[in-house]
């Protein structure tokens, strides 16, 4: 049994020694050689004195805390900060006392399950179900140009 430990170990020495040989190697090696990049001539009408455009100044972070920080004094305050959650606490408390009730909260989805409710039971069929699904806005497609018009007796 001792022979049969030996003689894993060492098969597993020699795979770990073998991997380590192997990765040596292929990192002596180094990259591939990339093809040297063709040259481009810049048309005689290309002025020197073109700058690229320039990135915008702030960043979206920046854009973020200004419109948080609303006396502009360079800090934002509780009151800047919470300013969004007010508002936003504001428009669901439809009584105005201050509390948020449950109805007041779902207000939203009670509206839509009454909507979906067409036979009024109270209870939403497999048909009226389907109509509260939530209507995914399709992914914005880029304006790319259509592909160059092709002659017949072209292939591939």
Do not use: H
Request: charged share 30%; hydrophobic share 40%.
């Amino acid at each position: 049994m001792a022979r049969f430990l030996a003689g894993v170990a060492s098969a597993l020495l020699l795979a770990a020694a073998g991997f380590f040989w192997w990765s040596g190697r292929a990192a002596d090696a180094g990259p591939a050689a990339l093809p040297p990049a063709p040259l481009i001539a810049a048309p005689a009408d290309a002025g020197a004195d073109t700058d690229p455009p320039q990135a915008s100044e702030r960043t979206r972070e920046q854009r973020r805390f200004a419109r948080y920080d609303r006396d502009r004094d360079g800090r934002v305050g509780r009151e800047e900060y919470l300013a969004a959650r007010r508002k936003a606490f504001a428009k669901l408390d439809t009584n105005g006392d201050g509390r948020l009730s449950f109805e007041e909260y779902a207000v939203r989805t009670i509206d839509k399950f009454g909507q979906a409710d067409a036979d009024r039971s109270g209870a939403l069929d497999a048909a009226e179900f389907a109509t509260t699904r939530v209507a995914r806005k399709a992914p914005a497609r880029p304006n790319c140009p259509p592909p160059p018009a092709r002659d017949e007796g072209e292939e591939g």
